[in-house]
């Protein structure tokens, strides 16, 4: 059974500070891995992904990947209300076409 | 914004009804997915069109049925659907090599009656 694990929070974190969103998962296969953010009533929209160990930066967002011992996080600095939202975190094989999701962790961004 | 495109935004439709849920993207990708989402819980899939055959069918009842006329276009007809498949339907399309990204459409808000 391959799963992907995931806080369901809600993480709580005061305005301007780092929100540390973390994923393990069990199948060591995994190669392609996502960060989704899902805002209330609408849809998942991309994140962040990252394919190779270490760490991605975008802006106020760097995801981290550590395959050895199948962890990933994102990381959320300068943290906003608008960031305030459930993260989902997804996990592919490259012999697939299915992604594997979290069940979500969701992140209340306190003003 | 999301190059991916549903319609209808939101269907009320009767048990005995038969409706059809739409999805066109135009970014050239020729893998396009349906998820199903309930509330609080993450997106589910439901079917997977690669190159506009189907890839994937997730034991999905058989009320469900997709199509795919061409490599923009998707449709998931409905018919004789429970309450309890309420749900929002989310389409989603990705570049043609499996582990690649996918990216979501806004959705199709589904209640049934």
């Known amino acids: 059974q391959k799963e992907v694990e995931q806080n369901s929070g809600p993480l709580s974190v005061p305005e301007g500070a780092i929100a540390s969103l973390n994923c393990t998962y069990s199948d060591r296969g995994s190669q392609s891995f996502f960060w989704y953010r899902q805002y209330s009533g609408k849809s998942p929209e991309l994140i962040m992904f990252i394919y190779s160990n270490g760490d991605k930066e975008d802006g106020r967002f760097t995801a981290q990947l550590n395959k050895a011992s199948q962890y990933v996080s994102l990381l959320i600095r300068d943290s906003q209300p608008s960031d305030s939202a459930t993260y989902l975190c997804a996990v592919a094989m490259d012999s697939s076409y299915k992604l594997i999701f979290g069940s979500g962790t969701r992140l209340l961004v306190r003003p | 914004d999301t190059e991916v495109t549903q319609t209808p935004k939101h269907l009320v439709m009767g048990m005995t009804n038969k409706k059809s849920l739409k999805c066109e993207q135009h970014m050239g990708h020729r893998a396009m997915y349906w998820y199903k989402q309930k509330a609080k819980k993450p997106p589910e899939l439901m079917f997977v069109?690669?190159?506009?055959?189907?890839?994937i069918n997730e034991s999905v009842p058989s009320r469900f049925s997709p199509e795919c006329p061409n490599s923009s276009l998707l449709n998931l007809h409905l018919h004789a659907l429970q309450p309890e498949d309420s749900a929002l339907y989310l389409c989603a399309s990705s570049p043609s090599a499996p582990g690649n990204t996918i990216y979501f459409g806004e959705g199709s808000w589904l209640t049934v009656v």
């Open positions: 069109y690669s190159y506009e055959k189907l890839s």
